[in-house]
C-alpha cells in the first residue's frame, strides 16, 4: 500500500526565515510525486511534480527536490504570502487509474 | 477561461437528506475525480471515471453515488447512507493525453449536515 508522511505537521516562520518542508514516501514504484499548495477554503493549486531521483524544480521562492525515499520542499526568504498547507502526493506506476496518495499536509505559518 | 467549477460553495444538508454536488470542467479532460477533505486528513478518493458513462469505486465510495453523462460534467449525489457527510468536497480532472499526469482541483464544496 502507497504511503505519504509529511513533516511537520505545522511550521512556524518569521518572514525571511529559509526551511524547509518534508514529504516521506513508500510505493511499489513511483510514477510522479506532486506538490500541490492549499490556502483555507480553497482547492489545492498544482505547484510542481518530479519524477526521478535527483530532479529538482524551482518556482519563485519555492524548489522542490526528489530522492529515492523523499521530496523536500524548501522555501527560500518566505513571505506571509507564503502561507497555506502544503500538499505532496504520490502516483505508482500499474495505477492506470491516475489515482494519487495524498499526505496529511504542512500547515504553513509566514510571520511578518 | 479553462477550468473546473464546482457548485454550490456551501451546502446545507437536514438528516435523512440525498443532495448533489456539481462538478464541471472545460479543459477536455478525460478522467475526472471527487474528493473528501478532513480537517487533519489527507485527500480521500470517492468515485473516479476515466471515459464517459464508465466510473470506480475509491477508498471510501459507500453512502456516495456518481455519474458521468456528458465528459464535462461529473456529479456526486451524498445519500443519506452516509453517515457522516458533514466534509470538504473536491473534483478533480486530468489530462490522460499529456506526458504528466497532473490533476487539477476545483474550489470546492463545503457540506455541512445540520
Known amino acids: 500500500e502507497d504511503q505519504v508522511t509529511q513533516s511537520p505537521e505545522a511550521l512556524r516562520l518569521q518572514e525571511g526565515e529559509s526551511s524547509s518542508l518534508n514529504c516521506s514516501y513508500t510505493?511499489?514504484?513511483?510514477?510522479?510525486l506532486f506538490w500541490y499548495r492549499q490556502d483555507p477554503g480553497k482547492g489545492p493549486e498544482f505547484l510542481f511534480t518530479?519524477?526521478?531521483?535527483?530532479e529538482e524544480k524551482e518556482k519563485e521562492r519555492l524548489k522542490a527536490t526528489l530522492t529515492k525515499k523523499e521530496s523536500f520542499l524548501h522555501i527560500t526568504a518566505p513571505k506571509p504570502e507564503d502561507s497555506a498547507t502544503y500538499l505532496c502526493?504520490?502516483?505508482?506506476w500499474g495505477a492506470g487509474s491516475y489515482q494519487l496518495t495524498f499526505g496529511k499536509g504542512t500547515k504553513l505559518s509566514v510571520i511578518p | 477561461d479553462g477550468g473546473i467549477t464546482q457548485s454550490p460553495k456551501y451546502l446545507f444538508r437536514k438528516e435523512g437528506q440525498n443532495v448533489t454536488l456539481s462538478c464541471e470542467q472545460n479543459?477536455?479532460?478525460?478522467?475526472m475525480y471527487w474528493y473528501r477533505q478532513d480537517p487533519g486528513q489527507g485527500l480521500r478518493l470517492i468515485y473516479y471515471?476515466?471515459?464517459?458513462?464508465?466510473?470506480q469505486k475509491g477508498d471510501i465510495a459507500e453512502g456516495y453515488s456518481v455519474s458521468r453523462e456528458k465528459k464535462e460534467s461529473f456529479p456526486l449525489t451524498v445519500t443519506s447512507a452516509q453517515k457522516n457527510p458533514t466534509a470538504f468536497y473536491l473534483c478533480?480532472?486530468?489530462?490522460?493525453?499529456?506526458?504528466?499526469?497532473?490533476?487539477?482541483f476545483g474550489p470546492g464544496t463545503r457540506l455541512t449536515v445540520l
Open positions: 502526493a504520490v502516483q505508482a
Open positions: 510505493v511499489s514504484g513511483l510514477r510522479g
Open positions: 479543459l477536455n479532460h478525460d478522467a
Open positions: 478533480a480532472s486530468i489530462d490522460r493525453s499529456a506526458s504528466t499526469d497532473t490533476q487539477y
Open positions: 518530479l519524477y526521478s531521483a535527483g
Open positions: 471515471s476515466q471515459i464517459v458513462n464508465d466510473f
